[in-house]
């Protein structure tokens, strides 16, 4: 019995009877290729370096998801910020919309971590080890996927693979942590080393085998874009006009040729498999790859370069730009709007976040005096720049004692500390076992708030008294 093969057109990655095809695209040295070079090395080292920055001695970047705390850029985000974040994602997803709208999938090129890493870090090893395309495709053939060159290649991703998880790692948990991480022996933080371990694996199975079909497949940017981009957005294109009728030959082709010669440099090249002649497709992911190679192809036949380049579909049908048209004038003033509001939440938000609570198994305790005593838990997150002594303060009952062992209570600029404060009244402050107080925190003129809070007693009056 035959295998099942496919009528129409499959993804790039396979074949029509369903197995695998090997994308291994043929580098066109250009100077797209060596801009974007610059830009993914500037890349590279920004994302490595940044978990070791520091603002005033706090992580520049900290996405602690166990406590829901998270550092952006030195500004501390706790769990009750949820709207603020909120409005700061929303801020960067209408954000992608313009650019997109703009620049079409220009962050798939330049930008995307699958991008820079496959096309600047991973593919250059393979070709290093395996000599270029032609050996990749020569393995490829004879199915020798454990040859010694293909072997050292998985070693030096493993490795390369190692280094980008404990980085990826480091923003989630710090580098302090990370390092700690790396000196104990496995068996000492198996969880720990379990969570490294399992990133390794996903980066070393992403760059070795998924690849490039994680932007064909699993990213839903690319099936976003026929809603995110409109005829004026700029896209890596064939201009059509100019290449058509393409024809292979020289000097000696008919006189009305198009400009493509047929030789399917754009197609060797790309690194999603596809031909860009064929029109915008969801798999190009505009790396330019493929406007270097034609380039190259027209200086050889003395033709102008740009038949593959930057420009929009109506740009190429000769229809004038227009910069402002909806959805470029419908985006960034939906993104001022929610940015604006971000920005302003954020510099008027109160420079601590206090919370109190009720403490201990029982709600209150009969002292051996026959005094009352409520045990309140305070929790102060500091929010400021500086470190400051948080004062804690009970009013609203006369004759009541305070015992606050830590107060002040010192916390350090993003830091957040708990601490007890026991409150001692008669048992005749209480009626119907409530009584109002009101706790307050100052931190000389650098904070001071006010917060009501209800102490618990004995709702009935003491043996022997009157009700
Ligand atoms: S590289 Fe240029 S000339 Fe060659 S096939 Fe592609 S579009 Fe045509
Ligand atoms: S068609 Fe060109 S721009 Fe698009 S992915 Fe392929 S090589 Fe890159």
Redesign the pocket.
Known sequence: MTAPVASGRVLPTLNTDGSRNWIRPKVSDGKWWRRRRIVAWALIAFFVSLPWVRIAGRPAILLDVPRREFTLFGTTFLPTDTLLLMLLLFSCLLAVFLFSALFGRVWCGWGCPQTVYMEFVFRPIERLFEGGRSGSLILDRERRWLHPRRLGKYVAYLAISLVLAHTFLAYFVGTEALARWIRLSPAEHPAPFLVMATTTLLVFTDFTWFREQTCLIACPYGRWQSVLLDRQSMIVA?DFNR?EP?RKGGKDRPADSG?????????T?CPTGI???NGLQMECIHCTQ?MD??????RA?GKPEG??RYASRDALEGKARHVLRPRTVLYPAAFSLAFGSFLFALNTRAKADVTLLRSGAEPFAIEADGRVSNQVRVKIANRSTEAHQYAITVAGVDGAQVIAPESPLTVKPGETRSTSVFVLLPRDAFIRGRRDVTVTISAGDAYRAEFPFNLMGPATPAPGTAP
Do not use: E, K, P, S
């Open positions: 064939y290449g393409r400009d493509c010669v047929a030789c399917n440099a754009c197609v090249t031909d860009i002649r493929c190679a034609c380039d190259h192809i027209m036949v038949l593959i």
